[in-house]
């Protein structure tokens, strides 16, 4: 039996620290998961659509590349003027690899 390979994130929120254990298919997205883990109003409104914006993260830092923010993110996150690369919608991102030992700050 082959063991599914832990992702760990550490997540920021409001000053406080903590570490969230998860794998590869766990969760369809990052907004799941945080959604699961660390529910808060008005946060993923849109479940997931890529339109609503409640769902904005900081990542600060990741053991890879994180993909290119697609069609819908690029459209929301720029009506909000938010350029920085750093700001991502958590439903538009996969776990995986690339979100391993990763810093997230949520930005609520
Ligand atoms: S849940 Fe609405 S944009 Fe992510």
Request: glycine fraction near 20%.
């Given at each position: 039996m082959q063991l599914k390979e832990e992702i760990l994130i550490n997540l920021i929120r409001d000053d406080q620290h903590l570490t969230i254990r998860t794998y590869h298919g766990?969760?369809?997205n990052l907004m799941l998961l945080l959604f699961d883990q660390i529910y808060y109003d008005d946060f993923g409104e849109c479940k997931g659509?890529?339109?609503?914006?409640?769902?904005i993260v900081q990542i600060t830092s990741s053991t890879a590349p994180l993909p290119p923010r697609d069609r819908n993110e690029n459209t929301t996150l720029t009506k909000l003027d938010l350029a920085d690369p750093s700001l991502r919608l958590s439903c538009q991102l996969l776990i995986d690899r690339s979100l391993h030992n990763s810093t997230i700050t949520l930005l609520s």
């Open positions: 766990e969760y369809r659509m890529g339109r609503c914006g409640t769902c």
